[in-house]
Nanobody
């Protein structure tokens, strides 16, 4: 049974940093697309960052501030978030595709496995 466990959220002041972790169990994902999404109250879930092998991709709103990485030996994905802004406040979810993909996918419905979400709150 595949499970994704996200952690690392919290309350931080604007300009601060947080590091999110997503531990996958049940299978390895080095050939799959994995990603971080976020959902703020009243808004749709949106793509934040994705990784597939050594390739990464970012939403324009986080480019230059967030860094996604993966430790496939530990089956763990990370999201280092720096220079946080109040508009980054959301529940952050990690996700993975069930099938191996040769590229990063960006849309919510293309992901099959989801973590439970971790709250990130950035105060001004």
């Amino acid at each position: 049974q595949v499970q994704l466990q996200a952690s690392g959220g919290g309350l931080v002041q604007a300009g601060g940093s947080l590091r999110l972790s997503c531990v996958a169990s049940g299978r390895t994902f080095n050939r799959h697309s994995m990603g971080w999404f976020r959902q703020a109250p009243g808004k749709e879930r949106e793509f934040v960052a994705g990784i597939r092998g050594s390739f990464t991709a970012y939403a324009d709103s986080v480019k230059g501030r967030f860094t996604i990485s993966g430790d496939y030996g530990k089956n763990t994905m990370y999201l280092q978030m720096n220079s946080l802004k109040p508009e980054d406040t959301a529940v952050y979810y990690c996700a993975a595709t069930a099938q191996a993909r040769p590229y990063i996918v960006y849309r919510v419905h293309e992901y099959d496995f989801w973590g439970q979400g971790t709250q990130v709150t950035v105060s001004s």
